[in-house]
């Protein structure tokens, strides 16, 4: 439910939400507990728990009022999304023309936020109401969508308001997503978690395969402007399913700490425990090649392959197919291989198939790509499920924000460089070279995980707090 942007290759959430600097120097014994908490064991059974349990869970979300408010609000947006992924590339190439350089500053406009401003709106969501961030987040995003017809009306339309607009929607982002799960850990009980989140991103993906096919169709009877008022009308819906939720307070009222201590404290959390600092390197590496991929492959779609936009819908929607089948398996997967291997063998499994990409032609060799892809998108997403599960077990509620800006920080660094690089490659190369080696980039980010030594235990471990709140 927000703006949406691609989810990160391990990340988080965000979850999709581990993800930190270069250059900052923190010197901690990587093995040792962090701060202010204490290691439990995983439930038995693995990442959903024991046999006896697993057929309660779930069964309490479909009596929580505030969960449903916010799985229909997020299905909205995502749809909204969906068609936006399509729209916003074809604004910028059919009505004004842009090159592959232009196309990539506006995908790294998405991203940059997030090192100039991401520390410290992680710190300062922290200290706040998630529902009340999440809808005032929500409600720029959508002013930032409308502007863009808005503006074309009167011929004011230029590329440099894209990217303005991808820059305002990347920082609107980064609010919605740190309060994201704090809200969610708020009105879901652990049991549920699991089942929460599969069918969030379940959904999410199903959106996402409405979206595109969607945003095609209407680019093509409407123009790409007009239908580019279906996110903002995506992200109103999110506002009023927000607007009426109405979560339990906290027990004890949030604590607001002076914002460089709390930008710091997010900052030990993540440099201080190996996971979650291997996972935010990993995913920066993974995302760099899958940002890299996405920065061109409309252009390439559109110019090389010459796909009409209801095509190239199509393209993106029987993608997303593969997240939904990733979304409903990750439950079972975690039960089945516990979410230190599962983790590990989603990601491998979907970078294989990254490279591929680049080999499409125009017909039947176009869909045999497009369904590899997919099994790459339905094992970026289990894994996210996995670890998003993970990470709400296992970070403290009172600093998921600042722990979710603080390693995404390292998680989306290379994302801006990725987008312009991409760009600046494929005007040299063309798009398909880039597409490669982008995949190849993200392959070898995800097989590292098998070189760490969490892999002798099923589950990765769970903690718990052993001392109040600072």
Sequence with gaps: MGARVPEPAVSVEQARRAGGPAGVDVVVDADAPVAGLREAQPPAGGVAGSRRTRGAQGGGL??????????????????????????LPLVAVSLLDASPTWMGMIAAATWLPWLVVGLPIG??????????VMIGANSVSTAAYASVPVAAAFGLLGLWQLVVV??????????????????????????????????????????NTVGPGLGGLVGQLVGPVRGMLGEAVGLAISVVCLVLMRPQPPTT???REPLRASVRSGLRLVFGDRRLRFFAVQGAVANFGLIGQQAVLVLWLSRDLRLD??????????????????????????????DARGVSITLTAAGLMLPLLAFAQPGPVLWLVVSANAVAVAGIVAANVLRRTWVQSYVPERMLARQATSAQLVNFAGMPIAGVLAGVLAEQWGPAPVIFAMGVVALLANAASWLQPWLRRRDLPRRTE???PE
């Design 62 to 87: 479909r009596r929580n009022r505030d969960f449903l408010l916010l799985w229909a609000g997020e299905a909205a947006s995502v749809t909204g999304a969906g068609m936006t992924s399509v729209l």
């Design 123 to 132: 710190a300062w969501v922290d200290g706040r109401s998630p529902r009340a």
């Design 166 to 207: 991808a820059l305002v929607v990347g920082t609107a982002t980064i609010a919605f997503r740190s309060a994201y799960t704090k809200l969610l850990v708020r009105i879901v009980p652990e049991r549920d978690r699991p089942v929460a989140n599969s069918l969030l991103f379940g959904t999410e993906n199903a959106a």
């Design 253 to 255: 009222a949030p604590q």
């Design 309 to 338: 936009p209801a095509a190239i819908g199509i393209v993106f929607a029987l993608s997303s197919i593969g997240g939904v089948v990733g979304a409903l398996a990750a439950p079972a997967l975690g039960r089945l291989l516990g």
């Design 466 to 468: 052993s001392t109040p």
